[in-house]
């Protein structure tokens, strides 16, 4: 792939205007990190429902900006408007409490733990946050609930594996149900298809897709297959150092020439023919 260029217009083209309800926008988000610009002054906003990539070469910014939403890190300047309120800078718990989780290496926190223990142990944090300390819990209502969440996942027949013995597909799709055990209504997956062979990619990636249609929520994940992000997300947005290159359906970012300079190299559209 071709290497980032600082892009000297910005974006250069935004043919793509999202028309339905926005549930996340991002309003002149600056993040720095000494004399790194790591988020440039981005302005995007998120249709609800919608299932969205974020895209870019290394050191785009693609990670900074998931920090950013997920309250990891706070923004030096901008806004963060989720379901209308400006949540930048809350601390990371508030912000799952009011409905973003973030699916990465969660099983990691659990790894003593079977699959079914730790749906169990995610259920019962999540409850004891909407409730006080002292509400009894029903064994078997947080049983259901994980058994009902091991199998959204296609996990249920991993239920006594110690989750540190999953295969590596597996792992990931604890993360994600562990984070649907937030009950999220945005989801931000980190390269979900990070370190799989291509026959994995895709059962991973139809797996997300197919939690996407069911749960009804709002997805956008980080990505680096270009078919995957071609062939799944809804809309596609480039990052290059930090700013948005460009935003659109796929037929729109695969032409878009900004986007194939600066990221998808020369060759991409002849190998795509
Ligand atoms: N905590 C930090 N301290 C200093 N610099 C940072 C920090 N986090 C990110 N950066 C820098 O900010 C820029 C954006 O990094 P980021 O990890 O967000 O990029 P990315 O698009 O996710 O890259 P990759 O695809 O390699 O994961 C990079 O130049 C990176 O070195």
């Known amino acids: 792939m071709a290497a980032c260029e600082r892009p000297k217009y910005r974006p250069t083209s935004i043919p793509h205007r999202d028309p339905g309800r926005h549930v996340l926008s991002l309003v002149n988000l600056k993040k720095s990190f000494g004399g790194i610009i790591a988020t440039d002054d981005l302005s995007m906003d998120f249709s609800q429902g919608s299932l969205s990539a974020i895209i870019g070469p290394n050191g785009a910014g693609k990670t900074t900006l998931f920090n950013l939403i997920s309250g990891r890190i706070r923004p030096d300047s901008g806004r963060i408007v989720f379901n209308n309120e400006d949540i930048a800078g809350l601390p990371a ?17 659990f790894p003593t733990f079977t699959v079914r223990q730790s749906f169990e142990a995610a259920v019962l944090a999540k409850w004891r946050k909407l409730n006080n300390l002292f509400t009894p819990f029903s064994q078997m209502a947080t049983r259901e609930r994980a058994q009902e969440l091991m199998e959204k996942v296609g996990l249920q027949h ?79 947005r480039v ?21 194939i300079d600066a990221y998808l190299g020369a060759g991409f559209t002849e190998d795509a023919a």
């Not at 460009?246 to 878009?256: K, L, P, V």
């Open 93 to 109: 718990t508030q912000i799952v409490h009011k409905g973003i989780a973030r699916a990465f290496q969660v099983s990691s926190i």
């Open 158 to 236: 991993r239920a006594c594996t110690l989750s540190r013995h999953l295969a590596h597909g597996e792992q990931k799709l604890l993360d994600i149900g562990l984070a649907l055990a937030l009950e999220p209504s945005l989801l931000l997956l980190d390269e979900p298809t990070a370190g799989m062979g291509p026959e994995e990619r895709i059962d991973m990636i139809g797996r997300v897709h197919a939690l996407w249609e069911r749960e009804k929520i709002t997805v956008i994940f980080i990505e680096h297959d270009m078919d995957i992000v071609f062939e799944y997300a809804q809309v596609i």
């Open 239 to 259: 990052l290059c150092y930090g700013a948005l290159l460009a935003e659109g359906t796929a037929e729109q970012i695969r032409s878009n020439q900004a986007v």
